[in-house]
């Protein structure tokens, strides 16, 4: 059966301040999905104060109704946000008239297309207090690094790699890098994640998709800012791709991303269940979830919480003690953010304030 998978996510509206979402929304948005027609299946969730709506249906990539639908959903949820004054109510959605295409409106939006395999594992990845970019040091260790991915050299399915689509977030163009070869030119650009990201990951031999992420930028899309475009990705398993656990080992060392307080800090991303997906230090640290779902004939039989396992513990510790660490810098780079990528800066105006008292040094 021909499937597509769309995760769609938007803050519309945090409960309390940038930390959760209030079960009403989250009631609300369940009432609306569950036996669409539109849709095979459907499972609501949250990260911190994001809204994830998992839909699994046969229309496509970029639907209009589905799309349609998700705006609907995010809509009626700022309603119910407005009245209870939730923080930040419709903070994602940056535009009041829906044109038939969600993508550059606000939410963030991850979808794949396949036919389904007698079996089919998938990994939905959501996180909050960072941005797209942070799926890139991940998704390059779970289809590229054979030190986390045992299948790259021990399974004849996998041995022969797999293409990387990355986006350039700022001139909006994409390059394809065929994974191993291209890997030294794949990494001078993956690694500025701020800028490029990891948009999908191809099978090499099959052309099958294995991986696709959201990168919908939405503080240059507003062009102030609104918050960080908090990320969801979407990954498939077994069977020629990486197993459920290689995808999910990266996470055992958490990185450091960007996003945090104000969305203009450095820290470590910090693999958590969904009881404690409520970002709460400074705001923090940034979270990622880990659901696994069986999808059979497009229905969505799970999710299994696979980061709340004790296995993870290990890694909230080493994020708990980097988190420390890295506050103790409180205003200074690296832990805030260079003035290029926070999202907000009082900059501009304290140098007016402060115009007379520059003493230029070049006359
Ligand atoms: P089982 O023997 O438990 O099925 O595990 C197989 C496997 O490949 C685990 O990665
Ligand atoms: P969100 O992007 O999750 O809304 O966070 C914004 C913020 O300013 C947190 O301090
Ligand atoms: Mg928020
Ligand atoms: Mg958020
Ligand atoms: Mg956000
Ligand atoms: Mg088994």
Request: aromatic share 8%; net charge negative.
């Amino acid at each position: 059966k021909n499937i597509t998978l769309s995760v769609i996510k938007a803050d519309i509206g945090g409960f309390v301040g940038h930390s959760s979402v209030h079960p009403g929304l989250l009631e609300k948005a369940r009432g609306m999905l569950s036996g669409h027609p539109l849709l095979i299946d459907a499972h609501v969730t949250h990260v911190g104060d994001d809204l994830n709506l998992i839909m699994t249906h046969e229309g496509g990539r970029n639907n209009g109704e589905v799309h349609q639908l998700a705006w609907d959903v995010f809509q009626a949820c700022t309603e119910v946000a407005k009245k209870m004054k939730l923080y930040g109510a419709g903070q994602d959605l940056l535009s009041d008239a829906f044109s038939g295409n969600i993508k550059g409106m606000g939410p963030g939006v991850a979808e794949m297309q396949f036919e389904e395999r007698a079996s089919e594992p998938v990994v939905i990845f959501m996180a909050d207090k960072t941005e797209p970019g942070a799926w890139n040091l991940p998704l390059y260790k779970i289809f590229a690094d054979p030190f986390n991915t045992a299948g790259l050299v021990i399974d004849p399915k996998m041995h022969n790699g797999f293409n990387f689509e990355v986006r350039d977030l700022i001139k909006n163009r994409k390059v394809v890098f065929s994974c191993p070869e291209d890997l030294y030119d794949m990494l001078v650009f993956i690694g500025a994640p701020g800028r490029y990201c990891i948009k999908r990951v191809f099978h090499r031999d099959t052309g099958d998709i294995c991986a696709a992420s959201s990168t919908q930028r939405l503080n240059l899309m507003a062009g102030r800012y609104i918050g960080k475009d908090d990320p969801v990705l979407i990954v498939r398993c077994q069977s020629g791709f990486p197993a459920v656990g290689e995808v999910l080992e990266p996470f055992a060392h958490p990185h450091l991303v960007s996003g945090w307080m104000r969305g203009s800090h450095s820290g470590p991303l910090m693999p958590v269940g969904l009881e404690q997906c409520n970002p709460t230090r400074f705001d923090g640290p940034p979270r990622v979830v880990a659901l696994g779902f069986q999808l059979a004939d497009g229905k969505l039989h799970g999710p299994q919480d696979f980061f709340a396992d004790p296995s993870y513990d290990r890694a909230r510790e080493t994020a708990n003690a980097v988190a420390e660490y890295m506050r103790s810098m409180g205003p200074f780079e690296p832990h805030r953010l260079h003035l290029d990528e926070m999202e907000y800066t009082t900059l501009p105006e304290v140098s007016k304030k402060l115009k007379e008292r520059f003493i230029d040094l070049r006359k």
